[in-house]
């Protein structure tokens, strides 16, 4: 760590792994709702348990990539951050304001939540995923704005690399997007055309950009490749990314009103989006069988080969699945869908800021080689423990989909079993991804383990890796 | 890479690219809004009651358990199409239905999923019904493919 400022990021991942910890607890509430559908009703009902599930995944994402700019982004500008006061001031912020929030989903019945925060003022409640009060909303917005600033600020003082544009790049686009999220009309089905600005324009958009350019920094880092080569990689990648995925929207326009052009826009451009995800693959181990030195680290390049891999099968794989027309007319909204987004968030973004959490913690923790040995391999331990079951989770909730759009959405109306009672006949995959998610979750304890381990590795353990010329 | 393929080169396609669908999804977006979308959702239909049931519909986060038009959780049936399922495609019967089932909420049936009681007012419940009968009408592609959702 060449510069004092960047340790604000600590924070910022440590409360990050708090709220993943909650954020799996919760899931395990509803994987067990899905069997037992009465457990903890009605003091937990099934909506709340997943608001708690899904707002908490995309809040410690959040301080995820927020903890890995203000971490790379004075590093890769050889300077101070602008203003760690104020990076301090926006952590207890949003910390409590998220905090607050969830609180108030679980404490407050969610009607009184919306009266009490004045949703009628400015109606944004209600829609998956963007269930924050208004006033949370807001809160979120103006976060971010003091975030760019403070990291705008960094960035043109000093020097301008290609990881660090295309991270802020990443990065503002998100914000803008953010703003879809106070678009609420009354027509349904603008309403819905616009919440995938936000939903799909972020994770096969924009936060594509960030994974790479965080992916980008940790290559760098590790495996001592001339910047060069992982630049033109990157943009590369970018390039893929954007150019399949922002008309690959229409993935989502297929049921929900718009004209049927969409039928075969859809299909043909997100049919490409598993390409950068591909390459991510291939640009990950190239760097890596090409890199110049054996960081000692051992466990942060695990994990950046780990996402990699899994980014593409659950977004690139799990995604191609059902993203065509006449494929997603039975799955659309079925366990296929709810198996690859497991998957997908999993291995594209949990990863990357686990990633990123291997390889800066230790440093700013006075460790600058990585942690001893021991907890390296409880570190790997967990990794393995949580993709595996992620891995489980994913295969259990594509064979419930499987069965469940044989059982309820292929046969012809009156031979086609009801949604509930297909349930009642899936509920062994339930189960099994239950035990599965238990699994996760013991991998997540093993994981938070490996952070209580002293020691650290010494440079001794670098040895000089396999030189190449075109480097 | 081969070495003829320089970093520019990659920097170009990224911006040209972007740029280049940014503008086509603008535009696409555009005739799908202002020339198709108002023949398919049936705009004029929208009353004041649709747009009451809409905020009903989302200040009880219905979408926390139920699909509407196959987005939302799959822990409930789908209800873009529960008018037809449930009402055979007639207000005065759908309504009613709503008004049973809301009322009888939850089963307490033991170990079956729960659906909480919302303790809305009739006339709450008549505009979730009104909103529910016009979303069933949006020329949706066909979906889904049977009455089941
Ligand atoms: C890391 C990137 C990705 C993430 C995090 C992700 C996540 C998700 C999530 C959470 C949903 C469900 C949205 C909802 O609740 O309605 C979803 C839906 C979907 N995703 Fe992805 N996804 C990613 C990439 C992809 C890619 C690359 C493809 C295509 C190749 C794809 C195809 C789809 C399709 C077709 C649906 C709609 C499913 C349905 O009709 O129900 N996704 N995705
Ligand atoms: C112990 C492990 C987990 C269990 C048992 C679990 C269970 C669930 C359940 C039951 C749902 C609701 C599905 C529905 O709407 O009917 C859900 C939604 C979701 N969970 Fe998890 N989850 C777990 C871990 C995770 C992890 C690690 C992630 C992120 C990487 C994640 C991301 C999501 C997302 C994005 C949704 C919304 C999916 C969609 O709309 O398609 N979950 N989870
Ligand atoms: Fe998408």
Redesign the pocket.
């Known amino acids: 760590m060449r510069y004092e400022s960047q340790r604000v990021a600590m924070p910022y991942f440590i409360f990050a792994l708090i709220l993943f910890a909650g954020q799996i607890v919760f899931g395990l509430v509803l994987g067990l709702q899905y069997v037992v559908g009465d457990f903890l009703f009605p003091e937990i009902p099934f909506n709340v348990a997943r608001m708690v599930h899904t707002n908490l995944l995309i809040v410690w994402l959040l301080f995820g990539f927020m903890g890995a700019t203000y971490y790379l982004v004075p590093e890769e500008a050889q300077t101070e951050l602008y203003s760690p006061l104020l990076a301090w001031i926006l952590f207890w912020v949003f910390a409590v304001a998220g905090t607050l929030t969830i609180l108030g989903y679980l404490f407050v019945d969610y009607a009184t939540l919306a009266d009490v925060t004045m949703n009628k003022l400015l109606p944004t409640m209600g829609r ?2 963007l269930e924050q009060p208004t006033i949370t909303k807001i809160g979120i917005a103006i976060v971010a704005v003091g975030f760019l600033f403070n990291i705008l600020m960094t960035a043109l003082k000093g020097r301008k690399t290609v990881v660090n544009i295309v991270l802020i790049t990443g990065l503002v686009g998100l914000a803008a997007l953010w703003l879809f999220s106070f678009y609420n009309p009354s027509n349904l089905t603008l309403d819905k055309y616009f919440w995938w600005f936000v ?1 799909h324009l972020w ?2 958009g924009v ?2 950009l960030i994974m790479g350019a965080i992916l980008a920094y940790v290559l760098i880092k590790i495996t001592g490749v001339d910047r060069e080569v992982i630049e033109k990689w990157l943009y590369v990648i970018i390039a893929m990314a954007l150019i399949s995925g922002i008309i ?1 929207t229409g ?2 326009f297929f049921w929900i009103g718009p004209p049927e052009y969409w039928l075969w826009l859809g299909s043909v451009f ?2 490409i ?2 390409l950068p ?1 591909f390459m991510m693959v291939l640009f990950a181990f190239n760097m890596i069988n090409r890199r110049r030195r054996n960081h000692p680290n051992k466990a942060a390049m695990l994990w950046a080969m780990g996402t990699a891999v899994m ?1 593409f099968l ?3 794989v799990w ?2 699945l ?2 065509l027309a006449p494929v ?1 007319y039975y ?4 366990q296929i ?1 709810a198996a ?2 497991h998957m ?2 999993y ?3 949990v990863m990357i800021v686990l990633t990123i959490i291997s390889y800066a913690m230790p440093i700013m923790r006075g460790r600058p080689y990585g942690n001893s040995n021991t907890a390296q391999v409880l570190e790997m331990w967990g990794f393995w423990l949580m993709t595996i079951s992620m891995v489980f989770i994913t295969l259990f909730l594509t064979g419930a989909g499987i069965l469940q759009v044989w059982l309820q959405r292929i046969p012809e109306s009156g031979q086609a079993l009801s949604f509930m009672a297909t349930q009642d006949h899936i509920s062994l995959f339930y189960w099994m991804r239950f035990v599965a998610g238990c699994f996760f979750l013991s991998g997540l304890a093993v994981y938070f383990g490996s952070f209580f381990i002293k020691g650290q590795a010494s440079p001794s353990e670098e040895v000089r890796g396999p030189a190449t010329e075109d480097a | 890479m081969a070495e003829r393929f320089t970093k520019s080169m990659a920097r170009n396609i990224y911006l040209g690219g972007s740029a280049f669908f940014v503008l086509l999804f603008l535009a696409l977006t555009f005739d799908t809004q202002s020339r198709a979308m108002p023949e398919r959702d049936n705009r004029d239909q929208i009353t004041e009651q649709v747009v009451r049931g809409k905020h009903v519909w989302e200040e009880n986060n219905c979408i926390g358990c139920h699909t509407l038009m ?3 959780a799959y822990f409930a049936p789908e209800l873009a199409n529960v008018f037809d399922r449930r009402g055979a495609g007639d207000s005065a019967v759908f309504k009613s239905f709503m008004n049973a089932w809301m009322n009888a909420m939850p089963t307490n049936v033991p170990g079956r999923r729960q659906m909480p009681q919302f303790n809305l007012t009739d006339q709450e419940i008549e505009d979730l019904a009104e909103f529910l009968e016009w979303t069933s009408k949006i020329d949706d592609n066909n979906w889904p493919p049977n009455i089941e959702g």
């Open positions: 998956e995923f939903v994770v096969e936060w594509e690959g993935h989502h997100s049919a989006e598993p995800f980014a659950g977004a690139g995604g191609f059902h993203t997603n799955t659309h909204g079925s869908t690859h987004g997908a968030f291995g594209a973004y | 196959g987005e939302g």
